[in-house]
């Protein structure tokens, strides 16, 4: 159960540093099906170029490549896709987490599934990992379900919704190389 209790705290302090970028985005388009076809083909061509956890590159040309990437793929330019890259990232990780959040009988090794899940960033494992290291208790259990709880109500359901339906194509584009 301390293990339990552990991945919970860990996955409420990533969902508090999720809400700062979920509460900060300016970008006001709406995630739907076709977006996320041309999310998952630009993270196709930036794979392509090399590009495999979401860094930039540095230099003008490697800039260039990446605009061009992301154009290619049908969105207007870095920014665009940057956009649609937090609102899809952040309710992929709803949609992941809450499978083991919610579930009343989760397991230990549901905990364990999700943080070998190649999908689920390097960083958010890292934290993970990180406050599992520092321990939990049942106050961190209660806190780790409302965070989890807040997050899930910052991103929108009709992304949620959009998101679920394109779980697949997600996961597959993600677990690529």
């Known amino acids: 159960m301390k293990k339990h209790t552990c991945m919970l705290a860990a996955l409420a302090a ?23 076809k041309k999310y998952c083909a630009a993270w196709k061509n930036l794979k392509a170029l090399g590009i495999t956890k979401g860094e930039m590159p540095s230099g003008v040309n490697g800039l260039k490549l990446f605009e061009k990437a992301v154009k290619s793929a049908g969105f207007k330019g870095v920014l665009e896709f940057m956009g649609m890259q937090q609102k899809i990232g952040q309710a992929f990780i ?21 943080l070998d899940d190649p999908t689920i960033p390097e960083a958010t494992k890292r934290s993970i990992r990180d406050a599992l ?21 910052m991103v929108d359901k009709e992304t949620l919704a959009v998101v679920r339906r394109n ?3 997600l996961t597959a584009v993600f677990s690529e190389k």
């Open 167 to 169: 779980e697949a194509e």
């Open 14 to 36: 990533l969902t508090v540093s999720s809400l700062t970028l979920v509460s900060c985005s300016f970008f006001g388009a709406k995630v739907t099906d076709d977006t996320v």
């Open 133 to 153: 290291k520092a321990g939990g208790s049942e106050k961190n259990l209660k806190y780790a379900k409302t965070a989890f709880d807040l997050l899930a109500k």
């Open 94 to 114: 709803v949609v992941k987490a809450e499978k083991v959040m919610n579930n009343p009988k989760a397991t230990v090794a549901d905990f364990d599934k999700l």
